[in-house]
Structures are given as C-alpha cells and as structure tokens.
C-alpha cells in the first residue's frame, strides 16, 4: 500500500477545528477527521504552535488551549525552527517586499518546499498564493 504524503498543519486550519464560531468550521471539522482516520501524516513547526497557542488563548480560552495542547497537538511532527531555517524565512520575508505574508508562513513556506510537501490543512490564502495545495473536504 503506498504511503501518504503528509500533509502540513497551518495555524488557520488548527484554529478552525477549534473554534466553533469560525466560518471554516464545519470544513475543518471534516478536513481534520478525515486526515486522521486515513492516517495521514500530519507535519507542522514549531512557530506555528507558539502563533496557535496564543490565538487560541486569547479568542477561545484556556479550555481550548487543553483541547490544543493534548488532542490536536500530540498528533502532529513538529518541525523545531532552529537558527538556519529562522534566518532562511526572515530572508525570504524581506525579500518578499510585503507586509501581508508572516515570519510564520515564511517559516512553513521553507520547511514545505524543504520537505516536498504540497498540500496544507490551510483557510490561508497565501499557501495557494505560494503554490501549494490546500486541502478540501472533497480531497481527503
């Protein structure tokens, strides 16, 4: 049986799971337990926890930081940003000329191009603007 390409997890599509009140909600829902139940690899940085450990703080809650913390998060390889790949992002950021795209999507750029991953469980706009793929309901 061949194996899954992972997929990588964005802040956006980790808050949407979360957050009943999101527009992306009932997507994400899908989306997420869909990926789990196929047992696809799920891939993500460590910027990414730290962006959606305080998103999720400051809208949800301290219950939904332990929702984070001991069920989204345990299921997901993290990537740990080290000085290389920090210096690669903030390069490509500057280089970028534009306030729109984070230190944070530039990081997840890197390690998506790095590792050959195409799709990402994203509602963010700029990973389809870099040429990846963002998953749907209907691809999973």
Known sequence: ?????????????????????????????????????????????????????TLVQRRLGLEAVRALHH????????????KDLHRMAAEALLAAGSRSVSLVDRVSFAVMSRDGLQAAFAFDKDFEREGFTPCTAKMV
């Open 71 to 82: 069920d989204v998060i345990p299921v997901l390889d993290v990537v740990w940003v080290d």
């Open 1 to 53: 049986m061949p194996k899954t390409e992972p997929v990588f997890a964005d802040t956006s599509g980790l808050y949407a799971v979360l957050d009943q009140n999101d527009e992306h909600h009932p997507e994400a829902r899908t989306i997420w337990e869909r990926l789990l139940l196929s047992e696809t690899p799920l891939l993500t940085h460590s910027y990414v926890l730290v962006e959606a450990f």
